[in-house]
């Protein structure tokens, strides 16, 4: 096991569900029309958000479970909520209201979509509904819908994450580990199908991030970790097979239980991952380098790729007067290319900066409330 500031296995499971995320976009970029369309429906990789759910869990549970509970529920809950809100909100907000923008002002092609449904669904991702918005827009009580549809997992993690300190101290990890298990077979054999409400609310992977999380506070994957360090080929070879697996059930929606596998799939890389032993990464090299910029660099891929694929679309359209072309290698390349370079931007200048002084506002809050907490039990 290395000894590493971060889980570098993790952050290549980041770059690994960023990479499908953006893969499964691709038609954003490439139809209609283009030379890659006929390899677009053996793409659809939507599976790759399962494990950025089930990674989420088990870091952001880890985080909570690395100390002991604090004595009052605002001490736990505070610095855990302002962390959170500075880490997503400012970056999310931010390329939220650049798309929005774009739509009214930079939006001769259509590519951003139409502007007051995309204003719609930029009110419900701030108020953070957005998956339910969307599964009522889709189911036509809303219509029509924008496009700014990443959202809803954004959504939908902020709705787990304001009960989850409510449970973890309330309820305790003990206790919790059941009612996490009764939501994860509750939702396993449910017929959950793209955009329906059912896989908008899915929780069964985030709910095995937390499980596995507070297993391994608890010491209770040693013997998961043994094995992986005794047999890391085995484990690198496993991991493929998951990714695949994560990968080809997204593709075989008459499965009808493709949503539960995919979360179980998720849960098992998170598992091989939790022991940073270097069985997702890459040895070393330029590929190493490569997964742990994507992953490092992966919350704003997510943000950004949708906007750079349609900022590629309007100048292309623009470079042909309007005229309908097939140039994907160009457009594709514009589109990555952009990606890349808006995501390091964001990464740089809005969510280390602001992430960093979240941490330190959560920190001075715990610090007093330790202090204060202190104070009164010595009176």
């Known amino acids: 096991m290395r000894q590493t500031s971060k889980n570098e296995d993790i952050e290549a499971l980041r770059a690994i569900a960023v ?33 950025f759910f089930c990674v989420s869990g088990f870091v952001i549970a880890g985080s909570l479970l690395r100390k002991d509970i604090p004595g009052s529920f605002k001490a736990l809950a505070v610095p855990f909520y302002i962390r959170r809100i ?63 549809t990443i959202y809803w997992s ?32 509750v939702q396993f054999p449910l017929h959950r199908e793209a955009p329906q409400m059912l896989w908008l609310t899915r929780t069964d992977s985030i709910c095995y991030g937390v499980l596995i999380a507070i297993a391994a506070s608890r010491g209770g994957l040693q013997t998961v970790q043994g094995a992986v360090d005794r047999h890391p080929v085995g484990a690198r070879l496993l991991g493929v097979l998951l990714v695949a697996g994560v990968a080809g059930l997204s593709l075989v929606p008459q499965l009808r239980i493709e949503v539960g596998l995919i979360a179980l799939a998720s849960a ?36 950004v790729h949708h906007i750079c694929f349609w900022a590629s679309r309007e100048i292309f359209y623009r470079l042909a007067h309007g005229a309908h072309f097939d140039n994907s290698v160009q457009l594709g390349l514009t589109g990555l290319g952009l990606t890349v370079l808006a995501a390091e931007l964001s990464y740089r200048l809005v969510e280390t900066p602001i992430r960093e002084y979240g941490h330190r506002l959560a920190s001075a809050y715990a610090e007093k409330s330790a202090t204060e907490l202190m104070a009164s039990t010595a009176l």
């Open 19 to 51: 990479a499908l995320v953006v893969l499964c976009h691709a038609g954003e970029l490439f139809r209609p029309p283009g030379a890659f369309n006929a390899l677009l429906n053996y793409v659809d990789f939507w599976g790759g958000v399962d494990i």
């Open 86 to 148: 500075f880490r997503i909100w400012p970056a999310a907000f931010l390329w939220l209201a650049i798309a929005v923008a774009a739509a009214k002002v930079e939006n001769t092609s259509g590519a951003f979509g139409p502007f007051r449904a995309d204003f719609r669904e930029a009110i419900a991702a701030v108020l953070q509904v957005h998956n339910i918005y969307l599964g009522l827009c889709h189911a036509g009580t809303l219509a029509p819908c924008g496009k700014e």
């Open 154 to 185: 954004l959504s939908l993690e902020e709705q787990f994450y304001v009960l989850f300190p409510l449970l973890l101290y309330f309820v305790g990890p003990a206790r919790l580990r059941w009612i996490l298990a009764a939501a994860i077979v």
């Open 268 to 303: 098992g890389l998170v598992l091989l991952a939790s022991g940073d032993s270097g069985v997702i990464v890459p040895r070393s090299g330029w590929l190493k380098t490569a997964f742990l910029w994507t992953g490092s660099r992966s919350f704003g891929i997510y943000l």
